[in-house]
Every structure is written in C-alpha cells, then in structure tokens.
Nanobody
Framework: QVQLVESGGGLVQPGGSLRLSCAASKSIFSIHAMGWHRQAPGKERELVGYFSSGGTTNYAHSVKGRFTISRDNANSTVYLQMNNLNAEDTAVYYC?????????WGQGTQVTVSS
C-alpha cells in the first residue's frame, strides 16, 4: 500500500499561485506513476497531470503552461505548482499513485479561486 498525504490548498485570488504537496509513504522510485486529479462541484474527477517512471510528464490541456509537477525524490514528495489560477481551477485536488498495478489516492485538498 501507499499512503499519500496532501497539503497546500486554500483560497487564492484570480491570477494568483498555489503549490500543493503530496508526501508518499514509499520511495517515488518504486511508484509507476504519480500525479494529480481534481474534482469541481457537480463535475466528474479529471486528470490534471502526472509523471511516470519512464520519465515523461503529461498535463491536461486546460492547465498546460500554468501548472508544473515536480518531485523531491529524497523526501518522496511530489508538488503541483499552480500559476495564473482562475475560477475554473476551483476544485478538490487529489494526489494519486500507481503502485503494484493499484491506484492509491490522497485525501484531497480544496483549492478555491475567488476574489
């Protein structure tokens, strides 16, 4: 199993930035893929972005150029840097990890973009 603990959500004004963190209970090197989804009120959960063990990083079209996923291998932590936020980015953000052919989820962290 992989435990994922998220932090960093909150309220931000349009155009602002936030950084989310996701600390994993296992080494990132042992995880096949890791990334973020989000779910806005009344909408289905959607992929934000992820990186795979093969070294590729992919982003949803809606966040490309604004969001960046990075990783701290020593601390088994993945980050989601979100810039130029707008109201459509308001959602609960979930970290996830694919490990041993199973998907594990974090508890979610709320991001609200509002003036």
């Amino acid at each position: 199993q992989v435990q994922l603990v998220e932090s960093g959500g909150g309220l931000v004004q349009p155009g602002g930035s936030l950084r989310l963190s996701c600390a994993a209970s296992k080494s990132i090197f042992s995880i096949h893929a890791m990334g973020w989804h989000r779910q806005a009120p009344g909408k289905e959960r959607e992929l934000v972005g992820y990186f795979s063990s093969g070294g590729t990083t992919n982003y949803a079209h809606s966040v490309k150029g604004r969001f960046t996923i990075s990783r701290d291998n020593a601390n088994s932590t993945v980050y989601l840097q979100m810039n130029n936020l707008n109201a459509e980015d308001t959602a609960v953000y979930y970290c996830y990890a694919v490990y041993m052919a199973r998907i594990f989820w974090g508890q979610g962290t709320q991001v609200t973009v509002s003036s």
